[in-house]
């Protein structure tokens, strides 16, 4: 079924609540209902059949989701650009997607006019005053407020399948050109479900969206299942920890996602006097996106006196794949627990044996079920080379604990052999985040003459004092029961750690800045 069709219910049961927000206002749920009819009409008028694609390169606002649902209405398979991809994974994910229509920011449009001409796209339509940017050439150009104004008729919700395309979505390529992940409707309807079952979603929550929409946590763990269910949904344009502190008294969510560097973020802003009315509405926040040490959501959790639970997810799983339920206390350093309903589980052995969990097995995590991505677009080589048998790997080593809890441990390919010695950099980082000066850590390998790899760790520090690095080994020593040999023999300092589009550290840059 058309995943447009999710959404239809919440319209017709609440026509005149709030949908969606931003910056520039709000929406019902009967007037985006109505405006992505608009879009509908739009690419229906234009030639776009079913399974066309159509790409967006917009930062998170209300028009997002208008046009998400417009292009599911019409039957399009929406291509949710990355915002902060460079100019080679944009042309190559316009190129590798074959989209023929591009919605973007009037801001952007003087930047991605040269990029155009070697791409399959002939319609722009633009986000912004399209009077003041100039009109690429041979490619038409329309103003996304004057389709939404025109209202042109919409075309019948378009049929869809469960195992046809709605999303591509692109991984942000840290590890080479970035893949297209496809996702069907069943992939996406599962995982809403999932989700709105998971954290007992209804219509009386308001979600505060952080999470940029062009990734899983932004779009399909969060913000399509409060749409789903009826939910209010205020969108940040981009992220701003003071904005989202504000948000807890103006816009009284009810829930939010944010990653591990948000925590971060969001726990200094509190520490150094940013306050808000206290109890908050918050029912919980969930986090995810990479390795976390235990001490940064119990101490957000202290300062925000709410709920802070992990999740775990890919996009080649549609998002969420564990995570906690709404009124479950969370395992401290667990991630939660397979979600049944949607995923079998499994543990990938090194001899390449898939085994069902047991606790105290370590291994990478596979994964079958109604979630998992049919594969990568245009790429059969590719995705053959993720799958053991049937279950999908998902490059991630997790161990299992009782009950079925899992802890995340690291990404396979993370893994340094130091001297012949295996180090997971997520066990070193969570030792140096103990240390009070350290906000921010990431371990990589760098090139050693004799050890071949050696353990590099690049920190953001704050405080009164300078910390030096001869401390901080000393930290180490004293303090943590951290191995010799998977202690850090080069530490660097800098202002600040490179980010992926989806707020992760980009480990590939800081193994490219620090290889000397």
Known sequence: MNLAAHFQGAVRQFPDRPALSDASGTLTYQAWDQKAQAVAGFLHEIGVAPGDRVAA???NSVEYLVVLYGVLWAGGVLVPLNYRFGDGDLTFALQDSGSRVLVIEARDVRRLEPLLADTPIRQVLVRGDVAAVPAPHGVRTAALADVLAAAPAAPPLA????GDDCLLMYTSGTTGRPKGVRQTHRNNTAAIDMVSHAWQLSCRDRL???LPLFHVGGLQCTTLPALAVGAHTQLLARWDAQEWIAALDGFQPTFSALVTTMLIDTSRHLAQGASFSKPVSLRFVVFGGSATPVEVPDRLEEQLGAPIIELYGQTETTGLITTYDADEARVRGSMGRIRTEVAEGAVLSADGTVSPFQ???TGELVLAGDIVTPGYWGAPEETAARHAGRFLRTGDVVQVGPDGYLTYLDRSD???VTGGENVYPAEVEAA???HPAVVEAAVVATPHDRLVEQVTAVLVTEGPIPVTLEDLRAFLRANTSLAAFKHPRRLELTDELPKTGSGK????????????
């Open 57 to 59: 390169f917009l930062p």
């Open 159 to 162: 049929d869809r399948r469960d």
């Open 208 to 210: 505060l969206g952080a």
């Open 359 to 361: 606790p105290g097995t």
């Open 414 to 416: 993370n893994m340094i």
């Open 432 to 434: 140096l985040l103990r």
């Open 505 to 516: 550290v980009d480990r590939a840059r800081l193994k490219q800045q620090y290889r000397a």
